[in-house]
């Protein structure tokens, strides 16, 4: 069994197959504390049953960023405990996550999310989400994503929410 400062970090072509099956990348759109600007946010995130926490933290490990959450929904009879993790530092997600995957592309049906994804980290880094041109062009790219989507009609997996 892995233990905390073993080498624990995946081999990069594993965790590719495994974020093009259960990763989420996505661009939520909040209303500005002061209500001038929205505010754009970029998240990645792969969410596994609680049984499989070890190979999040291991995912953690390999990217060495992120955070784990421990989720469970009692209201929700159907819904099982399970864990998340998450990456939401804009820094942790251009030089860690966009690096990692432009250096082992994804193969499958996250390959298109994640360059959407990866257009829209780039327009946050030359500051166009504080203008609302910029938020629009972030916007339709989102669109184009839900578009191409075959997961669009679920908000599980969407590009988060307005």
Not at 62 to 76: D, I, K, S, V, W
Request: contains cysteine.
């Amino acid at each position: 069994m892995w233990r905390e400062g073993m080498n624990s970090k995946l081999n990069p072509y594993y965790l590719v197959g495994l974020v093009d099956g259960e990763g989420c990348f996505s661009v939520t759109f909040n209303n500005h504390k002061s209500n001038r600007l929205i505010e754009v946010r970029l998240i990645f995130e792969i969410e596994l049953r609680e049984d499989d926490k070890e190979i999040l933290e291991r995912v953690k490990e390999t990217f060495e960023c992120g955070n784990l959450y421990n989720l469970q929904y009692e209201r929700y009879k159907k819904w099982r405990p399970h864990y998340k993790y998450k990456v939401s530092n804009l820094s942790d997600i251009t030089k860690k996550v966009i690096s990692f995957f432009k250096k082992y592309p994804l193969q499958a049906k996250k390959k298109k999310s994640f360059e959407l994804f990866a257009q829209v980290a780039k327009l946050i880094t030359q500051k166009r989400h504080l203008t609302r041109e910029g938020v629009e062009e972030i916007r339709l790219l989102k669109e184009d994503l839900a578009r191409d989507s075959l997961d669009a009609g679920n908000p599980h997996v969407q590009w988060g929410a307005e």
